[in-house]
């Protein structure tokens, strides 16, 4: 059921369905919750799933003042405390969302039970190209498009909203993999092969976070939920709803 709640000062667009435990699903960037229909939305028949949609994207409008993940993270503790409940809860997030939700299971550990972090970064460096190399006046026709059905600023409000994330880009001090020791939630790391995030700075992530778990898409790029959807889908599932089992033969964690 769409509705919206106050959030930081925000009228804050979000999406429920489903039953059982809480998940909460973060967008990437200049999206909305609608990327994870036919996809990670199918996990509804285990879990009550949140999908907001963060200031200045989907139906959640801008406000004044600076976008940096920060601000993002600031945003997202508050959903969970004020509309969610507080925590423990599985938290998911796809690129931008990704990390949101990475400073939000290091900024309040007691939140988040298990992380996913899909195709993200904790730091910019690891893009192949990324948003501080624009100043949003360039934005594609199709997702300008996609902004504006849904956008109650308007089509063209899409360039303010980049331009912000740009100069956050710019601006933001990026986290460090000392940082990333902190995360205390089991974390499962998924990337396409062919992803905007290099493979390099995926392993970085993936061998800094604290017993953290490793998805490697086959033949799948940044939109690896369109690529491959269902291999995907049944990736998170299984690490959110099982326990993780022992290895044979096991060599980083050899010593657990």
């Known amino acids: 059921m769409a509705q919206y709640a106050e959030v930081n000062g925000v009228r804050t667009w979000y999406d429920v369905q489903g039953e059982g435990e809480p998940l909460v699903l973060m967008h990437g960037g200049l999206s909305n919750a609608g990327e994870f229909h036919g996809n990670l939305l199918d996990l509804t028949s285990r879990f009550t799933t949140y999908l907001p949609e963060r200031r200045g994207h989907g139906h959640t409008p801008d406000v004044e003042g600076p976008l940096t993940i920060g601000v993002q993270v600031e945003d997202a503790i508050a959903f969970l405390d004020e509309v969610v409940g507080g925590g423990p809860v599985r938290l998911a ?3 931008m969302g990704a990390s949101v939700a990475l ?3 290091m900024a309040r550990p007691d939140l988040v039970e298990r992380l996913v972090l899909i195709s993200g970064c904790y730091d910019l460096a690891g893009l192949l190209f990324s948003p501080a190399d624009g ?3 360039f934005v ?3 997702i300008k498009d996609m902004y504006g059905a849904v956008s109650p600023d308007g089509r063209e409000h899409i360039h303010v909203v980049a331009a912000k994330l740009s100069e956050a880009a710019r ?4 986290w460090t993999t000392d940082d990333l ?3 205390r939630a089991r ?3 998924v990337s396409g092969d062919d992803d905007l995030v290099t493979l390099e700075h995926t392993l970085s992530m993936y061998r800094a976070i604290p017993d953290a778990e490793l998805s490697v898409i086959p033949r799948a ?3 690896l939920f369109l690529d491959r959807p269902e291999l995907y889908t049944r990736t998170v599932e299984e690490f959110l709803t099982r326990e993780p089992n022992p290895t044979i033969m096991p060599i980083a964690r050899g010593g657990s």
């Open 93 to 95: 997030g796809y690129s």
């Open 171 to 174: 601006t933001e001090k990026p």
């Open 221 to 223: 790029s940044h939109v």
């Open 103 to 105: 400073g939000v299971a």
């Open 181 to 183: 020791a902190g995360v």
């Open 135 to 137: 100043d949003g006046s």
């Open 187 to 189: 974390t499962l790391i």
């Open 140 to 142: 594609p026709d199709i």
